[in-house]
């Protein structure tokens, strides 16, 4: 109860306060990559439940002769990568904070199709509700593996309390600042997970 009322309390409170960003940002996105400016995409929640997160675009649609997409590398912008490195691309997900699809610390919402593929542990990143931010996000982000980093999600299932949530939104911030860990080593973002064997 606690969590949800903390959590419900920063995100309008953040909503309020960043307001006059989130147009701009909004404006930019358009002018630079286009619409729509939200990007929105189907996530598994707490249970594995389906919700739709939101953030703002950060890739445009560039496509080859046949129509389909081009790598991320190649569409993720100058500017793309300047709202991934500085998190502005996460603020939509304030909404998703308010609507209780998600809490501003847990293990980060990934793919629908990655939940056949994790083992039993791994899977146990889902009995708490996903975060905007968590500890693996703290703790290497994107420059860490896969199961490094799904160690640390169970790590935080088993220990969460707020006190920790508290630790690790301060250390957000200042991950945020420093602007390291955005993306995997050679890779635009992070490799696509293939499996609890790859």
Same mark, same amino acid.
């Given at each position: 109860? $606690?969590?949800?009322?903390?959590?419900?309390?920063?995100?309008?409170?953040?909503?309020?306060?960043?307001?006059?960003?989130?147009?701009?940002?909004?404006?930019?996105?358009?002018?630079?990559?286009?619409?729509?400016?939200?990007?929105?995409?189907?996530?598994?929640?707490?249970?594995?439940?389906?919700?739709?997160?939101?953030?703002? @675009?950060?890739?445009?649609?560039?496509?080859?002769?046949?129509?389909?997409?081009?790598?991320?590398?190649? @569409?993720?912008?100058? *500017?793309?990568?300047? $709202?991934?490195?500085?998190?502005?691309?996460?603020?939509?997900?304030?909404?998703?904070?308010?609507?209780?699809?998600?809490?501003?610390?847990?293990?980060?919402?990934? $793919?629908?199709?990655?939940?056949?593929?994790?083992?039993?542990?791994?899977?146990?990143?889902?009995?708490?509700?996903?975060?905007?931010?968590?500890?693996?996000?703290?703790?290497?982000?994107?420059?860490?593996?896969?199961?490094?980093?799904?160690?640390?999600?169970?790590?935080?299932?088993?220990?969460?309390?707020?006190?920790?949530?508290?630790?690790?939104?301060?250390?957000? *911030?200042?991950?945020?600042?420093?602007?390291?860990?955005?993306?995997?080593?050679?890779?635009?973002?992070?490799?696509?997970?293939?499996?609890?064997?790859?």
């Amino acid at each position: 109860m $606690l969590k949800r009322s903390f959590d419900l309390f920063v995100a309008l409170l953040l909503l309020t306060v960043t307001m006059p960003g989130l147009v701009i940002v909004a404006l930019l996105v358009r002018v630079y990559l286009g619409k729509p400016v939200l990007f929105s995409q189907i996530r598994p929640g707490k249970d594995g439940q389906p919700f739709t997160v939101y953030k703002f @675009r950060t890739m445009t649609d560039a496509k080859d002769e046949h129509g389909v997409l081009l790598p991320d590398a190649v @569409r993720l912008t100058s *500017f793309g990568m300047f $709202l991934r490195r500085t998190s502005l691309d996460e603020l939509p997900q304030l909404l998703n904070v308010v609507k209780g699809d998600i809490s501003l610390v847990g293990p980060r919402p990934l $793919l629908m199709e990655y939940l056949p593929l994790y083992s039993a542990e791994q899977a146990r990143r889902h009995e708490v509700r996903p975060g905007i931010t968590g500890w693996a996000q703290v703790n290497g982000r994107n420059a860490i593996s896969w199961e490094e980093k799904f160690d640390l999600d169970v790590w935080y299932v088993d220990h969460h309390s707020f006190l920790l949530d508290i630790k690790i939104l301060i250390l957000t *911030f200042m991950k945020v600042f420093s602007g390291k860990d955005v993306s995997a080593k050679d890779h635009a973002t992070m490799p696509a997970f293939k499996g609890k064997n790859q």
